[in-house]
């Protein structure tokens, strides 16, 4: 946490996302150590004031799915879509294998400067990519971004395990030993680690699938997290099902009950394959879920259902993916894109599309429920002081405003942010980090990322 104080004055709009859902008025928000102080109430002398009456203010958006090491491909026609997730995999991880120590900062920076330009407070990534020339402090590579953009980050320490000769296909560069594996996590967690109020920096053991992990991966990384009080994070129900059931007699959702993972400190990401029972079972067995809308699209196959998961009470949040996937890192975006999809199938599914403002609480609340965190999420008293501001007063708000909540799934957020705030900082405005020089980071992002790949953006 830092000691800034300031207020946010007469703020249009203030859509909390509380427990009540309620929208405020004119109103002022006074932020201090990183926290909510109050909301209305009395003025403080002496502290800072920023006029927000034009603005709509909403909660920071909790990004629960990414692979920021994949943005050196986006928009890279040799890299085209195969139509399979598998085929997919195996085109792009030779290339990925290229990586060397600095592509992990500077990818990192590109994906959390896109996340905070869009209103993204909290980021999680699943960073499973370690080549053996690479070194093991990638993750920390990654953290060292965080800290300079001032992201709340929570880091997926990820691993491939099963080699090629057991049915992976994943290079063999990029193949880790279970303990090696396990043993960085431990590292990491005693290094960066927090489960206090505000903390800034966490860590999860995310090993990447389970076609490309032996079960043994799974079930040690399990008890390590158990031990360490830490969540876990995985790929599921994203086109792997047919080949567990070749492999181990059981699509995914029952492969992973009969591992024993299960419980409410485990998500995954997409779970869009799965059918209407797999989906009430992973509800009973407390696993949550990272909705990824971007994806999606690009696969074409199956559209997650929300309606149902919803129904299963389980917890759910957005998540970006990785620029494989998704050439772009607008968490805002994802929210649109969510909400339009659900609409497109709602008829044949014979139920209607949640309503516009869940989307929201999707990339909010249900984020932090995913994340195991109390303190993001919403704007309440007592939470962190994250948060993002968009402009009201501009032609396309004209009409919009009878249901601020519902304009990220409605209208979209289309441009990027008046401000973004995180821990009571704010680390962008008015189209600037301020403090840092973001041409000279692209500059030497190219530089770094030309020296690895033929790399002309």
């Given at each position: 946490?830092?000691d800034t104080?300031l207020?946010?004055?007469?703020?249009?709009?203030?859509?909390?996302c509380n427990?009540?859902?309620?929208?405020?008025?004119?109103?002022?928000?006074?932020?201090s150590?990183?926290?909510?102080?109050?909301?209305?109430?009395?003025?403080?002398?002496?502290?800072?004031?920023i006029?927000?009456?034009?603005?709509?203010?909403?909660?920071?958006?909790?990004?629960?799915?990414?692979?920021f090491?994949?943005?050196?491909?986006?928009?890279?026609?040799q890299?085209?879509?195969p139509?399979?997730?598998?085929?997919?995999?195996?085109r792009?991880?030779?290339?990925?294998s290229?990586?060397?120590?600095?592509?992990?900062?500077h990818?990192?920076l590109?994906?959390?400067?896109e996340?905070?330009k869009y209103?993204?407070?909290t980021a999680?990534d699943?960073q499973y990519?370690?080549?053996?020339?690479a070194?093991?402090r990638?993750?920390?590579?990654q953290?060292e971004?965080?800290r300079l953009?001032?992201?709340?980050?929570v880091?997926?320490?990820?691993?491939?395990?099963?080699?090629a000769s057991?049915?992976g296909n994943?290079?063999?560069?990029?193949i880790?030993?279970t303990?090696?594996?396990?043993n960085?996590?431990?590292?990491l967690?005693?290094l960066?680690?927090?489960?206090?109020?505000?903390?800034?920096?966490q860590?999860?053991?995310?090993?990447?699938q389970?076609v490309?992990?032996?079960?043994?991966?799974f079930?040690e990384?399990?008890?390590?997290?158990?031990?360490?009080a830490?969540?876990?994070h995985?790929?599921?129900?994203?086109?792997?099902?047919?080949?567990m059931?070749?492999?181990?007699?059981?699509?995914?959702?029952?492969?992973m009950?009969?591992q024993?993972?299960y419980g409410?400190?485990?998500?995954?990401?997409?779970?869009?394959?799965?059918?209407?029972r797999?989906?009430?079972?992973?509800?009973?067995?407390?696993?949550g879920?990272?909705?990824?809308?971007?994806?999606i699209f690009?696969?074409?196959?199956?559209?997650?259902?929300?309606?149902?998961?919803?129904?299963?009470?389980?917890?759910?949040?957005?998540?970006v993916?990785?620029c494989?996937s998704?050439d772009n890192?607008?968490?805002?975006?994802?929210?649109?894109?969510?909400y339009?999809?659900?609409c497109?199938?709602?008829?044949q599914r014979?139920?209607?599309a949640?309503?516009p403002?869940?989307?929201l609480s999707?990339?909010?609340?249900?984020?932090?429920?995913?994340l195991?965190?109390?303190?993001i999420?919403?704007?309440s008293?007592?939470k962190?002081a994250?948060?993002?501001?968009?402009?009201?007063?501009?032609?396309d708000?004209?009409?919009?405003?009878?249901a601020?909540?519902?304009i990220?799934?409605?209208?979209g957020?289309?441009?990027?942010?008046?401000?973004t705030?995180?821990?009571?900082?704010?680390?962008?405005?008015?189209?600037?980090?301020?403090?840092?020089?973001?041409s000279?980071?692209?500059?030497?992002?190219?530089?770094?990322?030309?020296?690895v790949?033929?790399?002309?953006g």
């Amino acid at each position: 946490m830092n000691d800034t104080s300031l207020c946010l004055r007469n703020i249009g709009y203030l859509v909390t996302c509380n427990d009540k859902q309620e929208i405020l008025r004119d109103i002022d928000l006074n932020v201090s150590d990183g926290l909510i102080k109050s909301i209305g109430g009395s003025r403080e002398d002496g502290i800072e004031e920023i006029d927000a009456s034009d603005w709509i203010v909403f909660p920071g958006l909790i990004n629960t799915h990414h692979h920021f090491f994949q943005a050196f491909i986006r928009n890279q026609p040799q890299f085209a879509w195969p139509n399979d997730v598998l085929t997919w995999i195996s085109r792009i991880y030779p290339l990925f294998s290229k990586l060397t120590e600095p592509c992990f900062y500077h990818t990192a920076l590109i994906c959390m400067a896109e996340l905070i330009k869009y209103g993204c407070t909290t980021a999680f990534d699943h960073q499973y990519c370690f080549p053996k020339h690479a070194g093991t402090r990638l993750v920390d590579r990654q953290i060292e971004a965080a800290r300079l953009l001032g992201m709340r980050f929570v880091a997926g320490r990820g691993a491939n395990t099963l080699p090629a000769s057991a049915g992976g296909n994943v290079p063999e560069q990029m193949i880790e030993s279970t303990k090696t594996f396990l043993n960085d996590v431990e590292r990491l967690v005693s290094l960066y680690h927090s489960n206090k109020l505000g903390a800034m920096e966490q860590i999860v053991v995310a090993p990447c699938q389970p076609v490309n992990c032996w079960p043994e991966t799974f079930i040690e990384s399990l008890g390590l997290a158990r031990d360490k009080a830490i969540q876990l994070h995985t790929h599921l129900g994203e086109g792997e099902s047919s080949v567990m059931a070749q492999r181990y007699g059981k699509r995914t959702v029952d492969w992973m009950e009969l591992q024993g993972l299960y419980g409410s400190d485990i998500w995954v990401a997409h779970a869009w394959e799965l059918d209407a029972r797999e989906i009430t079972h992973l509800g009973e067995l407390e696993i949550g879920v990272s909705h990824c809308p971007a994806p999606i699209f690009l696969v074409g196959e199956e559209i997650t259902d929300l309606p149902t998961m919803m129904a299963s009470d389980m917890r759910i949040g957005l998540g970006v993916d990785g620029c494989a996937s998704n050439d772009n890192s607008n968490l805002a975006e994802c929210i649109r894109n969510a909400y339009l999809l659900q609409c497109l199938v709602a008829s044949q599914r014979g139920h209607r599309a949640p309503d516009p403002s869940d989307y929201l609480s999707l990339a909010t609340r249900g984020g932090a429920a995913l994340l195991g965190r109390e303190d993001i999420g919403d704007l309440s008293v007592g939470k962190c002081a994250d948060l993002f501001a968009i402009r009201k007063d501009r032609l396309d708000m004209v009409g919009a405003l009878e249901a601020p909540q519902a304009i990220p799934a409605k209208l979209g957020l289309s441009g990027p942010t008046a401000l973004t705030m995180i821990d009571g900082r704010i680390v962008w405005r008015d189209g600037e980090f301020p403090g840092l020089d973001e041409s000279k980071l692209a500059f030497e992002a190219r530089v770094e990322l030309s020296r690895v790949l033929d790399f002309r953006g």
